[in-house]
């Protein structure tokens, strides 16, 4: 092994120690007054409480899954031995990453109310660094689960073939990736329903009804509507980039392993290139974090520009570096690839421009969204679907661009079958550098909901109203800053996903390694097609778009991003109909709760979050593992091809749809409420609550889960190419 | 020629007899009081006018289109000579029929309201005959336009090779596809704008803000609404429609002649086919019509039993003569062939059911939409969203199945390169079963809107309101039975569309027999090119998953869907804003207008619905002829391709969402104006509105014009393939 791969344990844990540091110094702050205390106390008890429930039901599932794969591996001797525990790590790193981030920020966030009451920039730098140690937990966990698998995997595995070997290793750690989605789809699918059929519950009684403001205690419903910000902002966010960052350095290494098969010294440096450019991202997202000093008496322009100082540094140094390490690591191509990074930081940035561009009301699109709440709820939904299906365009292009220059970079631009695999680590690679400084990129994302949370602490503790302006100001600027990273995330999936695609084929001639092991007549032929190269293979199959088996599977990955989307939609739908009628009955039973002379009921409206997203959250994410199972068996690879193709295609701008069209929502309601159109409880306000109100699961639960479902197809596809394999030959 | 083929003239000649006779019969009937007569007038000149303004500006495109292709033809020699021809001659049918429908929809409206007065049964004979004039043009012109081309292309083309003939002579007439397509666009995008807008602009300000009914005179842009179905529902409709007939007669042919080329005497029969059985679907189109009879005091049961007998009569018919048609055609696979029919044909019945399924209030989704209005607009829209992207799955999964089992019949279920041309034809022809009996199940689509028509006109005569409950019934009557049309369409649109994939790729080596023929030191390897498979092609190009550049293609085909569905939604959102502004200003400033004691100002409403339509029409129509030309153009055929496979697996199930979401929320609103969940003018069905507004663009504008974007792609592509080609070797 080369000496440089402890880098990558040391940054993993120079990560964790980072966050232990963050978290030691946020609970060293004080919690507020009694009031404050006990509220973030209702708010930490309901998150553990939701995510114990949340990990039981996952458990059930991977123990199933487990013994599934146990018995393909030792039963039928047609999956890899190693796959059932790297699939049970990769699920309990991610889960512990959601947890870890959730009960930080439940600390967290009484204390930025509490700092904010001394200035904005004391509450800045608490949530900020809450979000800091989730930021280095996902990336300090991520690379301990693949360090200590890439130690293993070396030690155990017996191919005698070293350069063999370097694939069956890489091939496998892919699996616990699977794990990872997982865990991360029912994180981000659980977490969704239950903070989405609380937030929209408390809004359509609170808001739209009764007139009383957001995280009013009032309102039954606002513990549900802030514990669901932890369980499905944060912990589901935790899990979900968990699984995208282990996600693309583990394809790029399965990508490295088997582009440059037969060369075990060129072989082992592209595996260790993304490792070492994670390694690197982690030193760099701690140094960013640090550069985010402000003055004490900073305002909000000073604040928004520390920030971005901090971001922008990280990534502009890695956009550096990469060249250094690729120079150190000696790669042949390696300005070449790392132009492939550059591309795959450019694209991040121009999405994540391109989104701030469409979502914040700085700018004319949410400006004209907001302007047609003058003529009603209908107009505001019409304009906003409208707006969110054009502001696919760009980013569309952006990627498609970005995948043709990181392809063209690590080929020198011939798109020649036999260059495939290279190209592709170009492609891969380049998700490896957006998603390298997630440190970081992950703490603006993460500190936004803390900041939201304070606010709400300091809403219901009945704290000067001037605290919880602050709080929204911080929770808005995070909504700024957090675009860059929300680009790294939406490019680097699709990249990955693509990269999938490739390690799919490897897989399946993994599995022909497995029939031909097992002897009989055929064993010469699989031993050949296990051999075989990627466009070998690609005939085999007649895995072309003439072949109406690839364009079938195409059809039902178009079909699975839409149903998926449908039914975690219909879950919030149905689940806040559910939060509606309690509270309704609350207000109407319980009498002087609106006079704030009684408190109400709000464990009853946590019940029936946390109810509805058990409930909710099995039926589709099992979908999302059955279909490719399913799909494999009955129309072989060319099938689970055109499968994942249409999936990737139509989920990833269904996913930009609905995550623009929701935040412009969201903007075009703080816009009027600003004071434009009529401002706050306006007619047009009123109009834009609506918009709001369905932009919630858009953004929050069925976009966000589309890019987890993509992958997990991936990376189910990719576990049970054994299967696939032994069904069609 | 073979005999057999005069079978189409003479049914094209007399389903444009029979149109004519039922036109001639509608005429007659009285067109009631002078009011009516007013009303009438008001609509039919404004539709008029509107179409006059539609095709002066799309005559300017097709002006400007047919010099380009003159120019490739005549001036660089990298396209057939009939091209510009064929191109315009499309077009102008396909105007024409839709101005021949829209012309009998506006002289029907009054008389079946006049009908109506005296009995159900009348109205509904008027109605449904008017739109069997409709639905006999169109399949009437369609064969027409056929037959003169295949007479003329076999008259003048003078290749010596007749295999090599009929491959040019049905590849040339695909290009009168492309006009036809060009035309629906416009026709589909304009009309579809041009009907919301008016359509929301009335609702908002009429039922939610004003609580007048429907359709009431009082209403400034009643009569826009009114002019907005016969311009959308009926020209757009008719436009739309003769695309997908002759799109899937033209697209078969041309398969027939390269799936066997060399055997001149099969070619023969597998072009004749198609053509067969749409003649034969003609006549059995006027029996169905025919068999629609009631007794004079019919109740809604009769009726219904009655429309249903003479869809199902005229599709069983046909089911069951497609073997007799292929048999004594003496295709050698004549009952696997006829078996691939029958795919279709159920795969559209299965279609239309589970439309019919979702979308109706007879059945559990849409009541539970509609019982989540109680939880006011936001819920509803939500939960139409998630109904209308799960009610995707069936459908999807059952023509997935129909393509598996089409092609699987067609090449006795080997999925063999060698047998693509002929498990392609049997998709291909499994769409010409669904739509060769569109002369009736278009009469009981388009009859739809007429009935509509007719209670506005009631309404706005003042007649007794016992007249709008029966053209009411008479309108929601036509829902239920254009359901199996509706499948049929969809159905029959996805598997043209998947032809449409292989012709292009039949049109790439046609390319390079055009460069073959310039000479040249390559014109040895051009011309082995023209002649090579569809397989070979595909290895030229590396058109397989695992090349970017046709997964860069997917991206942006899927994209397209969206991107052109945002386009056309924002066009009605901004269209109807303005809408609603002009009937706020009319109604404040014009005083005595909702006391019915002035007559609002009718004709700026028309105006503004005119001039949007006009104005929004033209850069989405444009986009869907520029993108497939610049991927071409930038990366050739592999990336066109992707493009089309993007377009088409997310543009399908996104139309199915947009369609069925839209439906539900229409009948969600219906349902609780029955009485249910409070009824009429509750908080719920006000709710509800919002839904339906919503879902108005949804299923009228952007839903409808996808199946024709992704078509016209496809033309666009097969229509430039020889440029992609120059560019591309």
Chains 1, 2 share one sequence.
């Not at 009031?35 to 996952?58: F, S």
Request: charged share 15%; proline share 3%.
């Amino acid at each position: 092994m080369n000496a440089l791969f402890y880098a990558v344990p040391a940054a993993a844990i120079l990560a964790l120690l980072f966050a232990w540091i963050f978290f030691r110094q946020m609970m060293r702050e004080s919690e507020g007054n009694v009031t404050m205390k006990e509220i973030a106390q209702y708010v930490r008890e309901g998150a553990m409480a939701y995510l114990k429930q949340q990990y039981k039901v996952v458990t059930i599932v991977f123990i199933v899954l487990a013994v599934f794969f146990a018995v393909l591996a030792y039963g039928f001797g047609i999956q890899n031995s190693w796959v059932p525990f790297a699939f049970l790590t990769g699920g309990f790193f991610s889960g512990l990453a959601g947890f870890v981030g959730m009960k930080t920020a439940t600390y967290a966030s009484g204390r930025t109310a509490n700092a904010t009451m001394r200035s904005l920039n004391s509450g800045l730098k608490i949530a900020f660094r809450s979000g800091a140690v989730m930021g280095l937990t996902v990336v300090g966990l991520g690379l301990l689960d693949i360090s200590i698998w890439w130690i293993v995997l070396n030690a155990f595995v017996d191919t005698p073939d070293m350069s063999q070997k370097l694939v069956v290793i890489t091939t496998t750690m892919l699996t616990f990736g699977m794990g990872a989605s997982t865990q991360a789809l029912f994180a981000r699918v659980g977490g969704g329903i239950y903070t989405k059929a609380a937030d929209v519950g408390a809004d359509i009684v609170g808001k739209v009804e009764q007139d009383i403001p957001e995280d009013d205690p009032r309102n039954p419903a606002t513990i549900a509507d802030n514990v669901g910000d932890n369980v499905g902002d944060v912990a589901g966010m935790g899990a979900d980039l968990y699984e995208s960052y282990c996600g693309s350095i583990l394809a790029t290494m399965a990508l490295g392993a088997s582009a440059f098969f037969g060369d075990t010294a060129l072989q082992m440096k592209a595996i260790l290139a993304p490792m070492t450019i994670a390694a690197v991202g982690v030193a760099l997202s701690i140094l960013g974090i640090f550069a985010v000093r402000t003055k004490e008496d900073a305002d909000l322009q000073g604040l928004l520009k520390s920030l971005s100082v901090g971001t922008n540094l990280s990534a502009g140094l890695i956009a550096v570096l990469t060249f250094g390490i690729f120079r150190l690591l000696d790669l042949p191509n390696w300005w070449q690839l790392s132009l492939s990074v550059l591309s795959g930081l450019l694209a991040g940035v121009i999405i994540g421009k391109v989104t701030e561009y469409y979502t914040s009301h700085s700018y004319k699109p949410t400006r004209k969204l907001a302007e047609s709440a003058q003529t009603g709820s209908a107009t505001v939904i019409i304009s906003g679907v409208g707006l969110g299906m054009i502001s696919t365009a760009i980013p569309v292009v952006t990627i498609a661009v970005a995948i043709l220059l990181a392809y063209g970079f690590a080929t020198g631009f011939r798109f020649d079958p036999d260059l495939l695999g290279q190209g592709l680590y170009g492609i891969s690679i380049a998700a490896v550098g957006m998603l390298s400084t997630l440190g970081i990129t992950l703490a603006t994302d993460a500190y936004g909901p803390i900041a939201d949370n304070a606010g709400g602490n300091a809403q219901m503790s009945g704290l000067d109203p001037s605290v919880r302006e602050k709080t929204d100001v911080l929770d808005a600027l995070g909504n700024t800053t957090a675009a860059t990273g929300k680009g790294f995330a939406i490019g680097s999936a699709a990249l990955t996903a693509l990269a999938l695609l490739a390690s799919y084929i490897e897989e399946i001639k993994i599995g022909f390694g497995h029939l031909a092991a097992k002897g009989g007549e055929m064993a010469a032929q699989f031993a050949d097609l296990s051999r075989a190269s990627i466009p070998e293979i690609v005939e085999h199959y007649n895995i072309t778009l003439m072949n109406p088996v690839v364009l079938v599977g195409v059809f039902i990955g178009a079909m699975m991003a839409f149903l998926f989307c449908g039914m975690t939609m219909n879950a919030v739908g149905r689940a806040a109909q559910k939060m509606v009628i309690e509270v309704r009955r609350q207000f109407r039973e319980i009498a002087g709760i609106l006079e704030g002379k009684r408190r109400p009921d709000y464990t009853s409206c946590v019940r029936i979050s946390t109810k509805a997203a058990q409930q909710e959250m099995v039926v589709p994410s099992l979908l999302a593992i059955a279909v490719p199972i399913a799909v494999g068996m009955l129309l072989g690879p060319a099938g689970v091809v055109g499968l994942l193709t249409g999936g990737l295609g139509a989920g990833f701008v269904l996913a930009i749809f609905l995550a623009n069209s929701g935040g412009a929502w969201d903007n075009a309601k703080k816009f009027v409420e600003e004071g434009h159109f009529g401002g706050k409880n306006s007619a047009s306000h009123k109009a834009t609550i609506v918009g709001d109100t369905v932009g919630d699961p858009f953004k929050d639960t069925s976009g966000p889960s589309l890019n987890i479902l993509i992958k997990l197809m991936s990376m189910v596809s990719i576990v049970m190419a054994g299967l696939t394999v032994l069904l069609h030959v």
